[in-house]
């Protein structure tokens, strides 16, 4: 069974700087692609950012690239998002998820991760 817990979310100015982490209990993790999403209350879960199995490739949205930055270390099972210059809109329940195919143009859809945690929540302030 896949578990996948979050932490680091917490109240920010703007500005300031996070990094979320996700400990994942998944026999697969090192092979898997791994990304983060977010999502805002009445929204739909928004793509932030993924990378592939040895972390060579990532792909970021273009509301975070050049800011967001996501790591992995599979000797630990765990998957990062360095978060700097946070902006008010950076606000939201981050979320990681495990993917079920191989990186690539599709890795920036819900749909292609079967797992997921249950979120840590991220409020940045004006």
């Known amino acids: 069974q896949v578990q996948l817990v979050e932490s680091g979310g917490r109240s920010v100015h703007a500005g300031a700087s996070l990094r979320l982490s996700c400990v994942a209990s998944a026999r697969n993790f090192a092979g898997a692609t791994m990304a983060w999403f977010r999502q805002e209350p009445g929204e739909d879960r928004e793509f932030v950012a993924a990378i592939n199995w040895n972390g060579r490739l990532t792909e970021y949205s273009n509301a975070v690239k050049g800011r967001f930055t996501i790591s992995r270390d599979n000797t630990k099972s765990m998957e990062y998002l360095q978060m700097n210059s946070l902006k008010p809109e950076d606000s939201a329940v981050y979320y990681c998820?495990?993917?079920?195919?191989?990186?690539?143009?599709?890795?920036?859809?819900?749909?292609?991760?079967?797992?997921w945690g249950p979120g840590t929540q991220v409020t940045v302030s004006s």
């Open positions: 998820a495990i993917g079920t195919s191989k990186f690539g143009s599709s890795s920036k859809f819900p749909d292609e991760y079967g797992s």
